[in-house]
């Protein structure tokens, strides 16, 4: 024989026996036939295609959260009027991108117009409404409706692979489907029936706030058992630059101290972003001291998306956070809450 035949059918023969072992052999060495299979099951992920199971396409109601945040903005908008003295006959909504403010102030209309200005920033657009000296019509811009709709979607993706991962479920896809304004596709091998995996995924959710347990050390939570009435969670946060995404461990009470979709309060301020900074820290019962504030463009255009960071003193410890929204209020808000979401973390 050809010795160079000789070395390749030797070569061959090697790498065969080492797929072969890696696929039977671990991750124990087989002592049995059963043993045999049990590896081999445990190597090889059968997706949807082989295996079988659920293929399902959600739709997400996008125009229900434009809607919802129409709401929100009408009946702020109402408060802020009140507040700063600005008369008005009525504040009804038109649709879900629209309302209308009747019979505003005579003379008040300049102030009007200043105040969504400051209250909302470029979101919504202002125009006399038709017929109406004294009303005005607030459209929401096509970019804050893109902004929500891409929002409800990529929450709602988030929400599903959270819960289809809490079962334990291999090679399942959850991703965003079609033209991905507001279809998500679901595929779960193994779960044949459709209607048990609807009852899975498709709860409704409730937004909980859970206290701290600051009896128990999060790092050795995993060590023994818990107090009763205490729970392991975990924080999540990504990282900018590689998008990877971290936990960290907390331990929570289990019943939660208070539930609902929306927290009001309200605050005043040097202007409106301190008046924010004043209405968090009315809601979450923590003070802070800001440091250091900067406020950037991160995108150009009309609907320009601004970029907030803030570094923010709380008891004696600096905590930096990072906000975005093409409205400046929104995005220093959002930065500011950051900020305090950090320091609970590292205080717990």
């Given at each position: 024989?050809?010795?160079?035949?000789?070395?390749?059918a030797?070569?061959?023969?090697?790498?065969?026996?080492?797929?072969?072992?890696?696929?039977?052999?671990?991750?124990t060495?087989?002592?049995?036939w059963?043993?045999?299979?049990?590896?081999?099951?445990?190597?090889?992920?059968?997706?949807?295609?082989?295996?079988?199971g659920?293929?399902?396409?959600?739709?997400?109601?996008?125009?229900?959260a434009?809607?919802?945040?129409?709401?929100?903005?009408?009946?702020?908008?109402?408060?802020?009027?009140?507040?700063?003295?600005?008369n008005?006959?009525?504040?009804?909504?038109?649709?879900?991108?629209?309302?209308v403010?009747?019979?505003?102030?005579?003379g008040?209309?300049?102030?009007?117009?200043?105040?969504?200005t400051?209250?909302?920033?470029?979101?919504?657009?202002?125009?006399?409404?038709?017929?109406e000296a004294?009303?005005?019509?607030?459209?929401?811009?096509?970019?804050e409706?893109?902004r929500?709709?891409?929002?409800?979607?990529?929450?709602?993706?988030e929400t599903?692979?959270?819960?289809?991962?809490?079962?334990?479920l291999?090679?399942?896809t959850?991703?965003?489907?079609?033209?991905?304004?507001?279809?998500?596709?679901?595929?779960?091998?193994?779960?044949?029936?459709?209607?048990?995996?609807?009852?899975?995924?498709?709860?409704?959710?409730?937004?909980?706030f859970?206290?701290?347990?600051?009896?128990?050390?999060?790092?050795?939570?995993?060590?023994?058992?818990l107090?009763?009435?205490?729970?392991?969670?975990?924080?999540?946060?990504?990282?900018?630059?590689?998008?990877?995404?971290n936990?960290?461990?907390?331990?929570?009470?289990?019943?939660?101290?208070m539930?609902?979709?929306?927290?009001?309060?309200?605050?005043t301020?040097?202007?409106p972003?301190?008046?924010v900074?004043?209405?968090i820290?009315?809601?979450?019962?923590?003070?802070g001291?800001l440091r250091?504030y900067?406020?950037?463009?991160?995108?150009?255009g009309?609907?320009?998306?601004?970029?907030?960071?803030?570094?923010?003193?709380?008891?004696?410890?600096?905590?930096?956070?990072i906000?975005?929204?093409?409205?400046?209020i929104?995005?220093?808000?959002?930065?500011?809450?950051?900020?305090?979401?950090?320091?609970?973390?590292?205080?717990?």
């Open positions: 024989m050809n010795p160079n035949l000789k070395w390749k030797v070569f061959i023969l090697l790498v065969v026996v080492v797929c072969v072992y890696g696929l039977v052999g671990m991750p060495f087989p002592t049995s059963a043993q045999v299979k049990a590896n081999f099951g445990s190597r090889i992920k059968l997706g949807l295609d082989l295996q079988g659920t293929h399902m396409i959600l739709q997400v109601k996008v125009e229900e434009v809607s919802l945040e129409n709401d929100q903005d009408r009946n702020h908008l109402a408060n802020r009027m009140r507040e700063q003295q600005i008005y006959g009525s504040i009804e909504k038109l649709n879900d991108t629209q309302f403010v009747r019979n505003v102030g005579e008040q209309s300049g102030q009007f117009r200043d105040l969504v400051q209250t909302f920033g470029p979101r919504w657009e202002v125009a006399v409404a038709p017929g004294s009303g005005f019509t607030l459209t929401m811009r096509g970019s409706v893109s929500i709709r891409a929002e409800t979607l990529r929450q709602a993706v599903i692979d959270r819960r289809v991962n809490a079962l334990g291999e090679e399942a959850v991703t965003e489907h079609g033209r991905g304004e507001n279809e998500i596709l679901v595929q779960l091998p193994g779960v044949k029936d459709p209607q048990r995996a609807i009852a899975l995924i498709g709860k409704t959710a409730q937004l909980e859970k206290l701290v347990d600051d009896t128990v050390d999060p790092r050795n939570a995993g060590k023994g058992p107090p009763a009435g205490s729970e392991l969670a975990y924080l999540q946060s990504r990282d900018r630059g590689t998008g990877r995404v936990k960290e461990p907390i331990v929570i009470r289990s019943r939660a101290s539930t609902g979709e929306t927290i009001t309060d309200a605050a301020g040097n202007g972003v301190d008046a900074f004043n209405c820290e009315r809601i979450i019962g923590q003070q001291v250091d900067d406020l950037k463009a991160v995108t150009m009309k609907d320009a998306l601004g970029e907030a960071m803030v570094r923010v003193e709380i008891e004696g410890s600096v905590y930096s956070g906000g975005t929204s093409p409205d400046v929104e995005a220093s808000g959002r930065a500011y809450l950051n900020a305090f979401n950090r320091f609970f973390a590292n205080s717990h």
